[in-house]
């Protein structure tokens, strides 16, 4: 897969602007109410029917994954534990989205352009 696939695709921060996929990005703390910090991914300029099109919606989410749980420039064994056991979380808590979106997209592919939602645990 090259750069230019990515280069289209946004992480929306909670509470943050829009970043390209490329882009350097620090997940945002819990809000006022709570909520866990999230991400979401968009997948509405990738043809999911096409193997191309899946791998490339699996690699935003896993950098989305990356980006909501490994806090840069700490090192320790715990926080590569918990970054670990974050992303395992967040790429479980996303399978059944990719999935159903995939389902959707052969079904009615203008009724699937949307977006998949991660949530740090």
Do not use: H, W
Not at 61 to 81: F, I, N
Not at 87 to 100: K, M, P, T, W
């Amino acid at each position: 897969m090259t750069r230019k696939m990515f280069a289209g695709a946004a992480l929306i921060l909670s509470g943050l602007t829009a970043l390209p996929a490329g882009a350097a990005a620090q997940p945002s703390g819990a809000n006022p109410q709570g909520d866990p910090p999230t991400i979401t991914v968009s997948y509405s300029d990738l043809n999911l029917a096409t193997p191309a099109g899946r791998d490339a919606l699996d690699g935003r989410v896993r950098r989305a994954a990356e980006t909501l749980c490994v806090e840069q420039g700490v090192k320790s064994l715990q926080s590569e534990a918990f970054a670990r056991k974050c992303v395992g979380d967040a790429l479980a808590g996303a399978g059944g989205q990719i999935r159903q979106a995939v389902a959707d997209f052969s079904t009615d592919r203008y009724a699937s352009r949307g977006s998949i939602q991660l949530a740090r645990k």
